[in-house]
């Protein structure tokens, strides 16, 4: 794997330019933009080969790597109160509660 294949390469549509946009959350703000969500992608990765390029050119050290593989589990605090009230909706609604804040939580990423 290639250093610049490390990082998190995001690409997004801006309401406020009306365009895509791509940056590398943590290292690499904002730094390009275009009307094709893939053109703005490729372009991203050749900004990110070329950031890596100069700080080993540098001798900085890089930043730590943003891309990794996810379990698809997580542990969440939410204090007693929530968890019960949680807990009562889930079983009113038939569904354990791992089930029930899984659907409501691709609910939120699909806005």
Not at 14 to 26: A, I, K, L
Not at 74 to 102: C, D
Request: net charge neutral; glycine share 10%; with cysteine.
């Amino acid at each position: 794997m290639k250093d610049r294949d490390k990082y998190l390469k995001i690409v997004e549509w801006s309401d406020e330019d009306q365009c895509y946009v791509g940056s590398v959350t943590g290292w690499i703000g904002q730094c390009c933009h275009g009307d094709n969500e893939i053109e703005v992608f490729r372009e991203l990765g050749k900004i990110v080969g070329e950031w890596v390029d100069i700080y080993k050119n540098d001798g900085i050290p890089l930043p730590k790597p943003t891309s990794k593989k996810y379990s698809g589990k997580f542990v969440l605090r939410t204090g007693q109160e929530l968890h019960k009230a949680l807990s009562h909706k889930a079983m009113r609604e038939g569904k354990s509660l791992n089930s029930f804040v899984i659907k409501n939580l691709e609910k939120i990423i699909a806005e």
